[in-house]
């Protein structure tokens, strides 16, 4: 998925979050117009609070998802369109992924200036 331009503005937990930890293939096709789609409808999902991603030159990226309950995460694990890019991106896209679902008890950071 794109890198998205700030940090995620979330609300004081709790909430969720998905954790997206994968290595690309080499195979590129089509592969940034899903993941632009997916984060696009990602943010029109009941639910949905931000999202945060990056991807090294290696191939290893992260993307963090959050969202307001355990429904809103297993209604956008089910929808159509992400049920057709998690199956191309099981086929094609990674070589492995790690998906991780936990509940945020504590946030805290250092506000930019």
């Known amino acids: 998925m794109s ?3 700030a940090f995620a503005q979330t609300p004081a937990p709790p909430y969720y979050v998905v954790i997206f930890s994968s290595r690309r293939t080499a195979d590129e096709g089509g592969y ?3 993941a632009e789609r997916m984060a ?3 943010t029109r ?3 949905f609070l931000g999202m ?3 991807r090294g030159a290696d191939g290893f990226g992260i993307t963090v998802s959050y969202w307001s309950s355990p429904k809103a995460i297993a209604a956008w694990k089910a929808h159509a369109e992400h049920l057709v890019a998690q199956e191309k991106g099981q086929r094609a896209w990674y070589e492995h992924y790690e ?3 936990a509940r ?3 946030a805290y950071g ?3 200036a």
Request: aromatic residues 0%.
């Open 40 to 42: 696009a409808l990602a």
């Open 52 to 54: 945060e991603s990056a």
């Open 32 to 34: 940034a117009a899903m």
């Open 104 to 106: 945020v008890e504590r």
């Open 99 to 101: 998906i991780r679902v």
């Open 45 to 47: 999902q009941p639910g």
């Open 110 to 112: 250092r506000p930019a």
């Open 3 to 5: 890198a998205p331009a």
